[in-house]
């Protein structure tokens, strides 16, 4: 009786061991991780850039310009914060992670720098070319993600 | 479900009337179907309570035996619902009654000929009307 | 002509009232990531809220009763009271997100913070419920949430490719970067979102307001049936939109902000405007139903004096059964939680939650003893019977879908 029952529990306490121990990631899940972050920092770019759009044809009030650039900006934060938490599971993540930090805080820059733009400081055109420089490296990082992730 | 019994081992005749079921002057009720549950309302129309449970109890006395007639003392309403559901029994002291002589109909609801303000079973609705509600400007006027 | 002003008005109204912040962001999400493939969830979700809410008016118009008040008496206090339990909370669960969205749509059009605009959307929530008569604050939330047509104008002012949306919502598949699961998940919170529970709840209720009688009957059909449909296509609409302009450019709906940019794009500075005053009139004129949902469900259940008709001392603990609602929905919002995630949690737990509203109502429309010669009809019932099923399975498998998907991320 004692051993029907201990044979489940010994069973389950050994797959909640195997769940706690180290980080079993692998080179494609990484890139998985990675890619949703740089896809939510991408969506924020992309949603900054319409705005500042509509803002320059005037086709939006500047409250809420305000508003998306500002929630823009929170989802940048989460992105940030899912790359910089990852603990790599070899060189080749370690890379891409430095890499996607390193375009998201490029991100996060061009999509503050679009806010004060929006509030009456900085230039239209210099806010455009950040933000279009930007999109493009995270579409790009986004693709080589991808591709790293369905290997 | 029992066997079936061969004719010759059917312990009643074949040909044995059922007795009559009696059949006394007014309503007939199924204390379960038609007043447990019921939404009661007071001589004007208003919403009391709904009925959680009742009280039974023989006229005279407070035991029970075997062949006693059982009369709905009251009905009951408020913290008996909990006991209601996951079982036991409150103190007697404990329960808000509607007395059963101010039953004056029972229908889809259960109508009484007494105004609501006079039962004890509306007393937190009285308090939080006092105490809480009409003291938050508008309280005591009409919608609109 | 009376006649056709009145009929005119609720159609109207039953069109401004359909949508709520469930409706706003779910559709909005899934235009932005499935495109118009999950359009036909829209329309069997309008066809059951029709089915469900035309049943409830009736029952509330023939027997004089509310559908929560014979609940009780049908099933009985455990199974009522489980009912009760369940259909509260996520009531409360929802009006924090409605009230959430009043904060968001606030702070649009004033750039001011939410956090700032929840006690007042709070306060006025609360005022109306406590002052305001019935059918005024009814008539006056779903004129007002007619706006919201604004979208549908939008979408034609884009130019889409009609023919490509056309096979979208026609032929549907799953689009390429996204798994099975999430389809199916987002299908259900689509669903929870079109058959909201607290409509039929407040249906029920607010024909005993109006003091509906058989031969209102007729009126509510129509507005049902043809306000109802209405909503569904503005939900579609809305789904249209953010598939348009947000889905190639790869932005994932997450805000109020990016809802309404597709609407800027098409129609500049005015449409803005009005498409922000219609998700404030849609959003505040569901913060109502639902704490007038919570306050008649409670009321119903425990046989309170309850109604918007009577003064509020002459009602006490159903209004304040309002109040503490209102007041825990504001504590929740000022915790400074995301009004997006509440609603997107609120309209996956609504489908959760379908077959405890839905059962109960199919069973009292078919009891003679309530509706006499009014009870369903075959045909109502075989599709009700079909609906039945359909609700459950969505149902069950809202909660693994949830876990397995991680919520739709």
Request: proline content about 5%.
């Amino acid at each position: 009786m004692l051993r029907t029952r201990a044979l489940p529990a010994l069973v389950a306490l050994g797959v909640l061991a195997g769940c706690a121990v180290g980080s079993s990631a692998t080179p494609a899940s990484d890139a998985g991780t990675l890619g949703a972050a740089v896809d939510e920092a991408t969506s924020a770019v992309e949603t900054t850039r319409l705005a500042a759009r509509l803002l320059r044809t005037d086709r939006a009030s500047a409250a809420v310009v305000d508003t998306t650039i500002d929630d823009s900006v929170h989802v940048l934060s989460d992105a940030s914060f899912a790359v910089s938490t990852l603990v790599p599971g070899g060189p080749r993540a370690a890379a891409w992670r430095d890499e996607a930090l390193d375009a998201v805080n490029e991100a996060t820059v061009a999509v503050a720098r679009a806010r004060d733009w929006a509030n009456g400081v900085g230039d239209a055109a210099t806010v455009r070319a950040a933000l279009d420089e930007s999109a493009q490296r995270l579409d790009d990082l986004g693709t080589r993600l991808e591709r790293a992730a369905d290997a | 479900m029992s066997p079936r019994l061969r004719r010759s081992a059917r312990p009643f005749p074949d040909d044995e009337a059922l007795p009559e079921a009696p059949r006394p002057a007014g309503l007939v009720l199924d204390a379960r179907l038609h007043l447990l549950d019921r939404q009661t309302l007071d001589v004007d129309g208003r919403p009391v309570a709904t009925v959680d449970d009742l009280e039974l109890g023989a006229p005279g006395s407070t035991s029970l035996s075997g062949d006693d007639t059982v009369l709905v003392a009251a009905l009951l309403s408020g913290p008996v619902l909990a006991t209601r559901v996951f079982g036991g029994r409150p103190p007697s002291s404990r329960l808000h009654r509607i007395d059963w002589r101010h039953v004056t109909d029972v229908g889809t609801t259960v109508r009484l000929g007494v105004h609501g303000e006079e039962l004890d079973v509306l007393w937190v609705e009285r308090w939080v009307r006092d105490h809480v509600i009409g003291r938050i400007p508008g309280g005591r006027h009409d919608p609109g | 002509m009376k006649r056709l002003l009145g009929v005119a008005l609720g159609i109207l109204t039953a069109i401004g009232g359909f949508l709520d912040i469930g409706d706003l962001v779910t559709n909005a999400v899934v235009g932005s990531r499935f495109g118009l493939s999950l359009a036909w969830v829209v329309a069997v979700g309008v066809v059951g809220i029709c089915l469900f809410a035309q049943m409830s008016g009736r029952v509330a118009a023939v027997s004089g009763r509310a559908t929560f008040e014979i609940i009780r008496e049908r099933l009985g206090p455990r199974a009522a009271g489980a009912n009760l339990t369940a259909s509260f909370l996520i009531n409360l669960l929802t009006l924090t997100a409605e009230i959430g969205g009043i904060a968001l749509a606030l702070q649009l059009a004033s750039s001011v913070e939410p956090r700032l605009w929840i006690p007042v959307a709070a306060l006025a929530v609360w005022l109306v419920v406590w002052r305001a008569k019935f059918s005024i604050m009814e008539n006056v939330t779903g004129l007002l949430g007619l706006t919201l047509v604004v979208f549908a104008v939008a979408l034609f002012l884009l130019h889409p490719p009609w023919g490509e949306l056309a096979t979208q919502a026609l032929q549907p598949t799953v689009p390429s970067q996204e798994g099975h699961a999430s389809y199916w998940y987002y299908a259900i919170a689509l669903f929870g979102a079109a058959m909201t529970p607290y409509e039929v709840f407040f249906f029920s209720s607010g024909a005993i307001e109006e003091r509906w009688t058989v031969k209102d009957i007729g009126q509510s059909r129509l507005n049902v049936l043809v306000g109802f449909p209405f909503g569904g296509v503005l939900s579609v609409a809305i789904a249209a939109c953010a598939a348009v302009v947000l889905l190639p450019r790869h932005v994932e709906v997450s805000s109020l902000s990016q809802i309404v940019l597709p609407v800027a794009l098409a129609g500049g500075k005015l449409a803005l405007a009005v498409v922000i005053v219609g998700i404030v009139a849609a959003t505040m004129g569901a913060a109502l139903e639902t704490s007038l949902s919570s306050g008649y469900t409670l009321a119903q259940f425990f046989g309170w004096s309850w109604g918007k008709f009577r003064r509020p001392a002459q009602a006490a603990r159903f209004h304040l059964t309002m109040i503490v609602g209102i007041v825990v929905a504001t504590g929740v919002l000022m915790t400074s939680v995301d009004p997006i995630k509440v609603t997107e949690f609120s309209v996956v737990f609504s489908a959760v939650a379908l077959p405890l509203t839905y059962l109960p109502i199919l069973l009292v429309a078919n009891d003679p003893e309530y509706m006499g010669e009014h009870v369903n009809g075959r045909a109502t019932n075989a599709v009700a019977l079909v609906y039945l099923v359909v609700i459950l399975a969505a149902s069950l498998a809202a909660i693994p879908l949830m876990i397995v998907t991680g919520a739709g991320s």
